[in-house]
């Protein structure tokens, strides 16, 4: 009797936002974490979509005497992780934000995929000349794992945002999601208006605390 043990090979390609199929899958993944999907405008055109890939196990064609005659090896390649890139246009600077996981994946896949993504950044950042790279995580799995690689931490601060809808020349009403509490669901933002500690509290988007979903 044999087995087949799946081998996991993790592999990193960069997104294309424009695509639908790609948007789509990011989308997904921010409703199966039960928050507000980013509006594709806000989102950067560089990002990176860590997957799983590798060979399938032959399936057998047909069977001849009671021997299996085996298929062809088939490439899977299952999505896993994601994040943004931002780049300024006058420094050699960029900013990965929007770190975001497949909610139906195994978590220790997961977790192996999230913690690929600081070495495949810095591989992109490298490839577009860009020296520095600043890390926006609220998660002490990406925590520790970007110390263990040389990033450096200098203090605990907190991330702030707000859309300026009164912007000239651009349109909100062109996302198919609104990552505000007018145009949020009624069932997602029930929790609006204030916590048990009486604070007042904001719909959840993607970018909520800056954590990794």
């Known amino acids: 009797m044999t087995s087949h043990h799946k081998q996991h090979n993790l592999t990193f390609r960069t997104w294309n936002i424009g695509a639908p199929d790609d ?3 990011l989308a997904s993944w921010w409703r199966g974490h039960g928050v507000l999907p980013t509006p594709r405008a806000l989102l950067p055109s560089l990002g990176i979509i860590v997957s799983d890939t590798g060979p ?3 399936v ?4 001849h005497d009671g021997i299996p ?4 090896h088939v490439e899977h390649s299952a999505p896993l992780a994601a994040c943004a890139i931002y780049q300024d246009n006058t420094s050699p600077v960029a900013f990965v934000g929007w770190v975001l996981t497949n909610p139906a994946a195994p978590a220790a896949m997961r977790y192996r995929a999230v913690t690929h993504l600081p070495a495949a950044v810095e591989e992109v950042c490298k490839s577009i000349g860009r020296c520095t790279c600043c890390f926006l995580t609220g998660e002490m799995t990406m925590f520790r794992k970007l110390l263990s690689l040389g990033w450096q931490s200098e203090h605990v ?3 702030f945002w707000k859309v300026f809808r009164d912007t ?3 349109d909100f009403s062109a996302s198919a999601e609104s990552i505000s509490s007018a145009g949020a669901p009624a069932k ?3 929790a609006a208006g204030s916590s048990q500690d009486g604070a007042p509290t904001v719909p959840q988007t993607g970018a909520a605390e800056g954590r990794v979903c």
């Open 157 to 159: 601060s907190h991330q």
């Open 168 to 170: 000239p020349g651009f």
């Open 23 to 25: 948007y789509d899958l």
């Open 56 to 58: 399938v196990p032959a």
């Open 188 to 190: 997602e933002t029930a």
């Open 69 to 72: 005659t085996p298929g062809p």
């Open 60 to 63: 057998p064609t047909h069977v």
